[in-house]
């Protein structure tokens, strides 16, 4: 089971910065992709940033060049920041932090043998960004 925690939201006005962060922990085993979405008129989601286990970054159009992410990995847990410049009124949502992970083999310290954890999809509960004029 993976557990994540999302911090950071709140109230700015617009040309503001601030800093979403998303805690992963629990049985995570091997590297995680990870990612920050927001809400869309219509109840859909639509990607903020993204973190590759590999490595590469990617930006959502409407946010390149203000937005950064960092990330730091542990062992059985995973942290990704998201870092917010320059916002705007159009950047106000609920944004939610996405955990996903592959199907891997492992072996586990001590134990004999390889053990098949299975790879899901977690999504945070959302933290809610206001940007006002």
């Known amino acids: 089971q993976v557990r994540l925690v999302e911090s950071g939201g709140g109230l700015v006005q617009a040309g503001g910065s601030l800093t979403l962060s998303c805690h992963a922990s629990?049985?995570?085993?091997?590297?995680?992709?990870m990612g920050w979405y927001r809400q869309i008129s219509g109840g859909g989601r639509e990607l903020v940033a993204h973190?590759?286990?590999?490595?590469?970054?990617?930006?959502g159009d409407a946010v390149k060049g203000r937005f950064d992410i960092s990330r730091s990995d542990t062992r059985n847990t995973a942290t990704l920041d998201l870092r917010m410049n320059n916002l705007q009124t159009d950047d106000t949502s609920l944004y939610f932090c996405?955990?996903?992970?592959?199907?891997?083999?492992?072996?586990?310290?001590?134990?004999?043998?390889?053990?098949?954890?299975?790879?899901?999809?977690?999504w945070g509960q959302g933290t809610q960004v206001t940007v006002s004029s």
């Open positions: 996405r955990v996903h992970m592959d199907t891997c083999t492992i072996i586990r310290p001590g134990i004999e043998g390889t053990e098949r954890v299975p790879g899901g999809t977690y």
């Open positions: 629990g049985d995570i085993p091997c590297l995680p992709d």
């Open positions: 973190s590759s286990k590999e490595g590469p970054t990617k930006y």
